[in-house]
């Protein structure tokens, strides 16, 4: 069955830093996969979405790589600040067409120290 | 404005009782779905619906029943309630089926006593 990882429940990084999180999956080939950051007591909102083809995509001081050999995704974000901290959850869609919904990680809450 | 509403936000009830959660899309998608997130956090795919067709996780015990009286609306009626029902509940939208990004709503906490 597919597993969705992410390397870790907690993560603590200093500001400035850059905070690297990663996401394995397994028995899968994905088109595409997704971040989404989720706040206690919220939903999940969208950051980005890269597809299979796609080696690397940035977005300010978010990057997101994606290597279909090695099943697996990181999720970076440079110059860290404690307002990026929060639940940051990979997203995979598994029906190959968006009809089952996403299926996700079970998230990686970081916490950047000030 | 909100783009995914849900109604209400808590959710106290009595086990064995039948509830309802309400979600609206403004967005004007093709597509809603349900999403529960357990003590854990672990958010799961309950279901999908897309112009009236619904995908039903086979995990999702047949007390859960969507319900979309129009394209902006997917609300969630629960019979018989149980402990385990107990969670946090999201409702979600996006354009089409495939390869878009998902909008999710604020979500309703549910208690079974």
């Known amino acids: 069955s597919q597993k969705i990882e992410q390397n870790s429940e907690a993560l603590n990084i200093q500001e400035g830093k850059t905070a690297t999180l990663t996401c394995n999956y397994t028995n899968y080939s994905p088109a595409y996969l997704q971040w989404y950051r989720q706040d206690p007591g919220r939903g999940p909102v969208f950051l980005l979405l890269i597809r299979e083809n796609e080696k690397e995509k940035r977005k300010e001081r978010l990057k997101v790589t994606f290597d279909t050999t090695l099943k697996q995704s990181l999720f970076h974000i440079t110059a860290s600040q404690p307002a990026d901290s929060a639940t940051y959850l990979c997203?995979?869609?598994?029906?190959?067409?968006?009809?089952?919904?996403?299926?996700f990680g079970k998230g990686t809450h970081l916490i950047i120290q000030p | 404005d909100t783009a995914v509403s849900q109604t209400p936000k808590y959710l106290v009830t009595q086990m064995g009782n039948d509830k309802s959660i309400k979600c609206e899309q403004n967005?004007?998608?093709?597509?809603m779905y349900w999403y529960k997130q357990d003590s854990k956090k672990f958010l799961k795919i309950m279901f999908s619906?897309?112009?009236?067709?619904?995908?039903i996780n086979e995990t999702v015990p047949n007390r859960f029943s969507p319900k979309s009286p129009d394209k902006a609306h997917l609300n969630l009626h629960i019979n018989s309630l149980e402990l385990g029902d107990s969670a946090v509940y999201f409702c979600?939208?996006?354009?089409?089926?495939?390869?878009?990004?998902?909008?999710f709503g604020p979500g309703t906490r549910l208690l079974v006593l």
């Open positions: 979600a939208s996006s354009q089409e089926l495939a390869e878009e990004t998902q909008y």
């Open positions: 967005l004007g998608h093709d597509t």
């Open positions: 619906y897309n112009n009236k067709e619904l995908i």
């Open positions: 997203a995979l869609d598994l029906s190959g067409g968006g009809a089952d919904g996403l299926t």
